[in-house]
Each structure stands twice: as C-alpha cells, then as structure tokens.
C-alpha cells in the first residue's frame, strides 16, 4: 500500500541554501494494509521527518514515496485531495491544532468544505457522528473551546477529524507522549480498534515500550538511516543491532512478566505485563490500566 523507496532528505540552510545536511539517508520500507509499523528512534534520528515527507509536508530529496501505486510526489490538485482523504497525520502536541478563540467544531467544517464539499447535509451529518463515536465522543463536545478539553479529548477529536475522511493510513506522530497515563491508554486502545478495522497505522515514538505493544512490525532509525527492521516479536525478541540493544537496555523491565504472588499482592489479574517500568493490564488485545 505505502512503499517508502530509498529515500533520503538533504535540508538545506545558510545563505542561499549553501549549508546541506543530509538526515535520512536511503530509508526503504513498506506498510500493508491493516498494519500498525512504529518507526522508533531517539530525538534527531528522523521519525518525524520520514512522516512528514509521506505526508508531503515536506519534500524528497531523493528515491520514492509511492501509495497505492502513485507516486505522491506527481499528485497534483485533485490527486493530492484524494491522497489527503486516505493519508492524514495527527501529531505530537493537540492543542496547536486547535485555535484557541474558536470552538472545537471548527475544524471539522473545514475539512469539509477542504474535501467533503459534495455531501449534502445528512451524509455529512452522519459520517461527522460516526468518526466522533468511533473515537468516543459526542457531537455535543464540538461546541466547546480547546481549554475546555483535556489533551487526550483534543487528540481523540484529532483522530475523529482523520476518521471523518476515508483515510487507510495514519501517521500518529508522538500523539501520547504529552497524555498521562491512563488517557494513553484510551488512545493506544483506540489505536488498536481502529487497527482491527483495517487502518493501516505509522506509529513514531521514541518509547519502545509502547511500541512494542501497539506494532507488528518494528523500524529501528538511527541518524537517519534503518539500522534493524522485523517483526515486533523479532526485534524485541532478538535484536540484531547494537543500537537496538542499547535501546533495548535502557527500557527496564521489558517483556518480565510479574510473579503471581506480587501480581496477588497488588490484587491484579494474571494476565499482567510490565512494559518499560509501567505495569500493564490488558484483556484479549485491550490494555486497561497502566500503573507507574
Ligand atoms: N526544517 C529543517 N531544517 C533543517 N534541519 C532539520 C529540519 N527539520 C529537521 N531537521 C533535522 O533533521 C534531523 C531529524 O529530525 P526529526 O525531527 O525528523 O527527528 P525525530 O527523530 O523526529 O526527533 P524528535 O523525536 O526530537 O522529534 C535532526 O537533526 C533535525 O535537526
């Protein structure tokens, strides 16, 4: 579906753009229909960027982006609208989406009248109430300011605004490392849901644990380049690169399951995980609570 082919990005700086600094260097891979792919990487290794060039927010210097066999590179008006109702982002801070003078609803009406101009009334109506319940809110919260919602609300109604076109693939760049712990929960379930309905999911984070919880497959980036990629349970459960330990090391905890006796202790279920230094309960693919 999303074939990201050797592609590399040079920014230019200084006086006539004479300073070049090349961050991503031959970056290849491809996401499937219904897969969550997390690109993992500290601060600086190029996430962001990579995300940022399938989103065409910025632009390729070299090899490829194609999605469903186009390159997005060529789309133009109508062919760029149309890639925008099926790829949308949602970012890492929810409030500077939002104008803080204007109610919440706002932004929905421009992505109507930006890509849904050809609804009437009912169908607009309709799909609006079900991209709002599908990431569990009502149409009543529209009406409020963003300082009127909670960070987690705002990323919900973020995720809705995406929802509201078609879109098969979202790039979820940081959108839970500003939301407390169990508001990242509602967000990384809502992720899965979505996931099971087929959504095809980039997820960019610099937390391993969470990554590995939420992906099937797993991109390592280092200084803008791919040092290890494969499966989550390969990566985490065999890691091939030095820097993918040394990552790995940093997460204390990972994958040690806790003893039945302390999980009594703490009156919790078995079915229990510790992921990077958080206890996590989760049911048949549902995290439900985090304790820190
Ligand atoms: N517009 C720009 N002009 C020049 N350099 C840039 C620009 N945007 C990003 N960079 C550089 O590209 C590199 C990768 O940045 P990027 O934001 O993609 O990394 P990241 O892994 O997403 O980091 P973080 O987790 O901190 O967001 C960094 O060295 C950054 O300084």
Redesign the pocket.
Same mark, same amino acid.
């Given at each position: 579906m999303l074939k990201v082919e050797n592609v590399s990005k040079v920014?230019r /700086?200084g006086a006539f753009g004479g300073k070049k600094?090349k961050?991503i260097h031959d970056v290849d891979f491809e996401v499937k229909p219904g897969e969550v792919v997390s690109l993992i990487?500290e /601060?600086?290794?190029?996430?962001?960027?990579v995300g940022r060039m399938i989103l065409r927010l910025t632009s390729v210097s070299g090899g490829r982006i194609t999605f469903e066999d186009e390159d997005i590179s060529t789309l133009r008006g109508a062919g760029l609208k149309s890639y925008y109702r099926r790829v949308q982002g949602v970012f890492q801070d929810p409030f500077s989406s939002f104008n803080p003078i204007f109610k919440v609803g706002r932004v929905f009406r421009t992505i109507r009248r930006e890509f849904l101009g050809d609804l009437d009334a009912a169908a607009w109506e309709a799909r609006l109430t079900g991209a709002l319940n599908a990431v569990g809110l009502e149409v009543a919260a529209l009406d409020k300011f963003p300082h009127q919602m909670s960070g987690g609300q705002l990323q919900r109604l973020l995720i809705a605004r995406a929802l509201v076109l078609d879109i098969r693939l979202l790039i979820a760049d940081e959108i839970i490392s500003m939301l407390d712990a169990s508001t990242r929960i509602d967000v990384l379930n809502l992720l899965g849901d979505l996931k099971r309905q087929g959504l095809s999911i980039i997820f960019v984070t610099?937390d391993l644990a969470l990554g590995n919880y939420i992906s099937d497959r797993i991109i390592i980036l280092q200084k803008?380049a791919i040092v290890e990629m494969g499966t989550t349970d390969r990566v985490f459960g065999d890691p091939q690169h030095p820097y993918t330990r040394s990552l790995l090391d940093a997460v204390p905890h990972l994958h040690e399951r806790w003893s039945d006796a302390e999980l009594k202790d703490l009156g919790l279920v078995a079915d229990t995980a510790r992921f990077g230094g958080h206890l996590i309960e989760h049911r048949k693919d549902h995290l439900v609570r985090v304790y820190s």
């Open positions: 920014f /700086s600094a961050v990487g /601060s600086g290794s190029g996430k962001t960027t610099h803008g």
